[in-house]
């Protein structure tokens, strides 16, 4: 069974850090390009950040852009989402996502990735 499972969420007040984990089980996305979307309630899924297979490429929402850094370790599976500089507007549950087809490009749109994890909640208080 493949899973994703994403951890690291918490509480953290404005101006501090977090750094999230996906760590990946049941096959290997070392080939698969991978992002991070979030979802505030009451608002649609966001796109946050992506990455390409071998790390390579990135692309940030612009929203996180110089804030967040998107990075992974294909040797351990696991996908990181570093957040600096949180601001209460950061609130939301964090979904780590990974596309089906080796070497695809990095994408925007949710519906281009077929495998999710069950998110992980981030709290920024003012």
């Known amino acids: 069974q493949v899973q994703l499972v994403e951890s690291g969420g918490g509480s953290v007040q404005a101006g501090g850090s977090l750094r999230l984990s996906c760590v990946a089980s049941g096959r290997t996305f070392s080939s698969n390009a991978m992002g991070w979307f979030r979802q505030a309630p009451g608002k649609e899924r966001e796109f946050v950040a992506a990455v390409n297979w071998s790390g390579g490429s990135t692309d940030y929402g612009d929203s996180v852009k110089g804030r967040f850094t998107i990075s992974r370790d294909n040797a351990k599976n696991t996908m990181y989402l570093q957040m600096n500089s949180l601001k209460p507007e950061d609130t939301a549950v964090y979904y780590c996502?990974?596309?089906?087809?080796?070497?695809?490009?990095?994408?925007?749109?949710?519906?281009?990735?077929?495998?999710w994890g069950q998110g992980t909640q981030v709290t920024v208080s003012s």
């Open positions: 996502a990974a596309r089906n087809s080796p070497y695809s490009i990095i994408s925007r749109v949710p519906v281009h990735y077929a495998y």
